[in-house]
C-alpha cells in the first residue's frame, strides 16, 4: 500500500487515490484512515474514503450530497378543486396536507409528485407545471431541504373514473386516514380555520397562495389548466431545465431554443 | 449493550437506537455492525449508525442527503452584456462560463450565486430572481445535481466601480484566466461559434436562451433589471418559499400573503 502511494505520488498520475471498503471490511477502514485516508461518505453497504496526494496544494476534492429534495402534488380537479389527504401516521398524524415525498434516485421532482399522488391517494394524474418551491434550512441531520410543489391534473382516464365513483379515492388505508377535494375559492378560509388542522408552514402558505391566485380574477386554473400544454422544459441527454412562466404566451420564443 | 437493546424493545420507547462513531472508533462500529446495526451516512469526522427497533413494520428511517445543489450568477451590467469568466482549472479549463459553485451548509442558492461571484469576479451584486434551473440524474458519485442559474444585478456601489474602471474587473487569478461583457442581442451567435469554447450543455442552452429573451422584444432586462423589485420570496423562521413570474405584474396579491 505505501508502495503504491509513493508511486502514484511521484508520478503525478492522480490527485487522490479512492477506496471503498464494503461494511464488514470497517476494520481495513480504520487502518487506510491511520495512513491519513479520509471519510468521504458512506451508503447503507460502504463506505467511501480517499487520500489526497497532491502536496503542494490543498484539498480539492468535492464533498457528497447535501441536500434531501422531496415533491408535493397539488392536485385540481374538473370542478376546480383541490385534492387534500389526512395522514394516517408520523409527526403530521391526522392533518390534512398535500401528497407528498421524497424524490427517489432516478426520478425527476416532477415524476416524484406523480408516484406519490399514485401511491397515497390512487390517483393517475399527470405534471403540469411547478408552482413554486421553498428552500429550507437545517432540517434532518442538520443538512437542508428543498421542496417542490407540482401543479398536477387528473388524467384523462381518471377525470372519467371520479366522475363515475363520485369523486371517491381508493386511497393508502396505512398511510391517509381520509380525503377531501377543497373548492379553490375557499382554501383561504380552510387554511385559516384551526380546527382543520391543516399541515404547516408549507401547506398553509400554499393554500393561502393557490386561493389567493384564484380569487384574484387570474383565473389561472380554469383557464389554463385543463387546456393549455405549454413547453416547460429543455430536455437533454440526462437533465431537465425549467424555465419560469415569463414565457407562458411567447410559443415563439421556443422555436430558437427548441432547434 | 445486549440489555439496552433488549431493555428499548420490550418497552417500545424508540422505533431505532442511533450510534454515532468517531474516525478513531471504527473498530467499535464493526462491532455494532454485527449486532445488527446499519450505516446510516458518515461525514468527514464521524460514521453514524442505526438499529431498528421494531419488529412488527419494517425499517421505515428516512436516508440520508441525496443531491448536490450548485448555483451560478447572470450577472447583467448596465449597457445590458452579461459577464463570463474563462476558467483557470478543472474540466472546464478555457471554456467561458458563468460564476458558478456549490451551495454551502447555511446558505441559500440566491446567497451562494453571490458569494461566487463576489469570489470569482471580484463583483459585488444582489439578487434579482431565478431565471431558470436544471435537474440532473447521476452525477458525481451516481447521485443527482440541481443548479440554480440565478439573475443577479450589480450593487450601485459597483456600477459606479465599473464605470470608474472601464468595466475591469479584479478577478481570482487562481480560478480565472479572463473575463468578458457580452452583449445580450449577440449571445446565440457567440454560444454556437466553436472558437467561443462554451461550457455545455447548460450555458451554451442558458446563453441562447438569455438571448431569445432579449431579442425577442420582451426587452426582459432593459425595463426590469435596473428598476423593478419584485417581492420574490415568503419567509419564514428557516425556510423560503420562491413563487413564479406569474405573479410579476401582481403585486396586490400579495398583500394577502403578506399579512
Not at 385534492?83 to 398524524?93: C, D, W, Y
Not at 389554463?224 to 431545465?241: A, C, V, W
Amino acid at each position: 500500500m505505501e508502495k503504491t502511494i509513493n508511486h502514484y505520488q511521484k508520478e503525478e498520475i492522480k490527485k487522490a487515490i479512492w477506496i471503498k471498503f464494503d461494511t464488514n471490511q470497517l476494520y481495513l477502514a480504520q487502518e487506510a484512515l491511520k495512513m491519513g485516508f479520509k471519510l468521504h461518505h458512506s451508503k447503507n453497504n460502504y463506505l467511501m474514503t480517499y487520500l489526497w496526494l497532491d502536496k503542494e496544494r490543498t484539498d480539492n476534492i468535492p464533498g457528497y450530497t447535501t441536500h434531501m429534495v422531496g415533491a408535493g402534488g397539488i392536485v385540481i380537479d374538473n370542478q376546480e378543486r383541490l385534492l387534500l389527504l389526512r395522514e394516517n401516521s408520523g409527526n403530521r398524524k391526522d392533518k390534512w396536507n398535500i401528497p407528498m415525498g421524497r424524490v427517489d434516485l432516478g426520478e425527476n421532482f416532477s415524476q416524484a409528485a406523480v408516484r406519490e399522488v399514485q401511491e397515497e391517494a390512487g390517483l393517475e394524474t399527470e405534471f403540469f407545471d411547478l408552482l413554486c418551491f421553498r428552500e429550507l434550512q437545517a432540517w434532518y441531520f442538520e443538512q437542508p431541504d428543498l421542496f417542490f410543489a407540482c401543479l398536477l391534473k387528473p388524467t384523462e382516464k381518471a377525470i372519467k373514473e371520479l366522475e363515475q365513483n363520485n369523486y371517491q379515492l381508493n386511497y393508502d388505508q396505512h398511510e391517509i386516514s381520509g380525503f377531501q377535494w377543497v373548492p379553490l375559492n375557499e382554501l383561504k378560509q380552510f387554511a385559516e380555520d384551526p380546527k382543520n388542522n391543516v399541515a404547516r408552514p408549507m401547506q398553509y402558505y400554499l393554500l393561502r397562495y393557490l386561493n389567493a391566485l384564484y380569487t384574484d380574477g387570474y383565473k389561472f386554473y380554469k383557464d389554463k389548466i385543463f387546456d393549455f400544454n405549454r413547453l416547460k422544459t429543455k430536455t437533454g441527454s440526462n437533465y431537465e431545465m425549467y424555465y419560469p412562466n415569463l414565457l407562458a404566451n411567447k410559443e415563439d420564443l421556443w422555436k430558437d431554443i427548441k432547434q
